[in-house]
């Protein structure tokens, strides 16, 4: 049963099954969109990366998502919250990936605002989070667009290099 966690005007953000690897595939080992972790994945990786969402779903009941078309139901992305490390605690962070021909689309914007909503209406969390690399202007964009403030930067070693990272931050009081 593929589960529809969440709706927006024009997406459905749903947990991923096996079934999705070839469009998670097509995502993740292309060149443009992967620029951001130095290089697209291979096979292993992009099953890693999806086994690795399996296990959060399970262990946590939330993820990064597939995102997909409700006209089409093409899935065109990920997006979603993840737990992940920061001054040496684990914080939720809102993450997107987005396949090249959606990209300036509107579509990472709008699953994000959908997922902080999630965040904190249903997760209860009090604090959001995004952890973006330096040089990926446009997801630093959907993060402020998000209602995030730049808090921090630092410095993560991540497939074999060190990559400056720009932490966003919202707080549930913080938002209108």
């Keep these: 049963m593929k589960r529809i966690i969440l709706e927006s005007d024009r997406l459905w953000l749903r947990e ?3 079934s999705d690897m070839d469009s998670l595939s097509e995502i993740l080992q292309d060149e443009k969109v992967m620029y951001a972790y130095n290089g697209a994945f291979n096979d292993e990786e992009t099953m890693a990366w999806l086994q690795k969402q399996l296990k959060r779903y399970d262990e946590y009941g939330f993820g990064l998502w597939g995102v997909f078309l409700k006209d089409s139901e093409e899935m065109i992305g990920q997006c979603g919250i993840t737990m992940q ?4 605690t684990q914080v939720p962070e809102i993450g997107y990936l ?3 021909k959606y990209w300036h689309k509107g579509y990472a914007s709008e699953s994000a605002a959908a997922c902080k909503e999630y965040g904190f209406n249903i997760l209860h969390f009090d604090t959001l989070y995004s952890i973006i690399r330096d040089t990926n202007i446009a997801s630093q964009k959907v993060a402020i667009n998000n209602g995030m403030t730049e808090i921090d930067t630092f ?3 991540y497939r074999g290099i060190d990559m400056p990272h720009k932490v966003f931050c919202v707080r549930k009081e913080d938002k209108n």
């Design 155 to 157: 410095v993560k070693h």
């Design 98 to 100: 987005l396949a090249h």
């Design 85 to 88: 490390e920061y001054k040496g």
């Design 16 to 18: 991923m099954t096996i």
